[in-house]
């Protein structure tokens, strides 16, 4: 009795052990990066941009945090579409969710240059 009442302990901890439960909302990140990096076309970063969206829309929804970086990187590819006062909005984003990226993102906003929107 006694060995079946730890064998079914040591099974359910086995079981609990392999949940995953992850910080943040990947979705199909690694995957979109992976095709985007193999191919580096317009429908391949177009894909990618949308995997992006994708995660900052949903990781509130599913009560995660958006992965360090993602606001960034979403900033950079509207910077390479002219849009810089859309893409400062995400560089404050992630200074605002990850206050240790601030050093970075000062840098970045400091070298690249962001059009002054008329007042």
């Known amino acids: 009795m006694k060995k079946n009442i730890l064998l079914l302990i040591v099974f359910i901890i086995l079981i609990t ?3 995953q439960n992850s910080l943040y909302y990947w979705d199909g ?6 095709k985007y990096k193999k191919d580096p076309n317009d429908n391949t970063i177009q894909a990618h941009k949308e995997s992006i969206l ?3 829309e949903k990781s509130n929804y599913y009560g995660k945090k958006i ?3 993602v606001y960034c990187e ?3 590819y ?3 579409e002219n849009n810089s006062a859309e893409a ?3 560089f404050e984003l992630e200074k605002e969710l990850y ?3 601030e050093k970075f993102v000062n840098l970045l906003l400091k070298e690249i240059p962001i059009k002054k929107e008329k007042e």
């Open 67 to 69: 992965p360090p970086g």
């Open 17 to 19: 052990g392999c949940v």
């Open 78 to 80: 509207l910077l390479q």
């Open 74 to 76: 979403y900033g950079y």
């Open 29 to 34: 990140y690694s995957n979109s990066l992976y």
């Open 54 to 56: 994708k995660i900052i």
């Open 99 to 101: 206050p240790e990226s």
């Open 88 to 90: 400062k909005k995400y």
